[in-house]
């Protein structure tokens, strides 16, 4: 079968990295570029305009994963979240 058209794509296997190296690789060259921004923007200006953006983003992540409920109401809200992720565990 051609890689293209699998079923299961590479990037879903596992890979075999620790939550540390996961966080390093995301996160490590962000932060000195997030603390650049802040000295260049001006502290309080970079965290109001942080907090503004990071809000609109867990509002929209809500809002996605209200879409994706069964239905819409408490029982299905409260139910979803029952049995944390093995991500959630190790976090």
């Given at each position: 079968m051609?890689?293209?058209?699998s079923a299961t794509h590479k990037?879903?296997?596992g890979s075999n990295m620790t939550f540390e190296e996961v966080f390093d690789?995301?996160?490590k060259k962000l932060i000195p570029v997030l603390q650049g921004?802040?000295?260049?923007?001006g502290e309080d200006h970079f965290l109001t305009a942080l907090k503004k953006v990071a809000s609109e983003c867990?509002?929209?992540a809500g809002?996605?994963?209200a879409r994706q409920?069964?239905?819409?109401?408490?029982a299905a809200?409260?139910?979803?979240g029952s049995e944390p992720s093995y991500f959630a565990k190790h976090v």
């Open positions: 051609d890689p293209e058209t990037f879903s296997e690789f995301a996160f921004l802040a000295t260049e923007l867990a509002l929209k809002q996605e994963r409920l069964p239905r819409n109401d408490l809200f409260t139910g979803s």
